[in-house]
């Protein structure tokens, strides 16, 4: 199992990030995909899961109406739409799959809100 997050970087408040996940080594298309993120000092927090089959998505309140995730099951990835950024956005961002027999991570990407 590998998951490949990409797509972080330095960014303005108020501004946009997408964000990608490439999974492999698995059937993607049968799981939940989530994204966690870890600030400097912080423990790791859960951001927004998409589940699957169906579709539905979650968010922390934190993110709620300014990020989006979504899934393309044809190309085994998972993407995060992160708009509006705050200072307070800046952290590791983390792709996750539990596959109930173990969950696997990604190395995580960077991102940086700030002027």
């Known amino acids: 199992v590998q998951l490949v997050e990409s797509g972080g970087g330095l960014v303005q408040p108020g501004g946009s990030l997408r964000l990608s996940c490439a999974a492999s080594?698995?059937?993607?298309?049968?799981?939940?995909m989530n994204w966690y993120r870890q600030a400097p000092g912080n423990e790791r927090e859960w951001v927004t899961s998409?589940?699957?089959?169906?579709?539905?998505?979650y968010y922390t309140d934190s993110v709620k109406g300014r990020f989006t995730i979504s899934r393309d099951n044809a190309k085994n990835t998972v993407y995060l739409q992160m708009n509006s950024l705050k200072p307070e956005d800046t952290a590791v961002y983390y792709c996750?799959?539990?596959?109930?027999?173990?969950?696997?991570w990604g190395l995580g990407t960077q991102v940086t809100v700030s002027s």
């Open positions: 998409i589940i699957n089959p169906g579709g539905a998505s």
């Open positions: 080594g698995f059937t993607f298309s049968m799981y939940t």
């Open positions: 996750n799959v539990d596959l109930r027999t173990r969950t696997y």
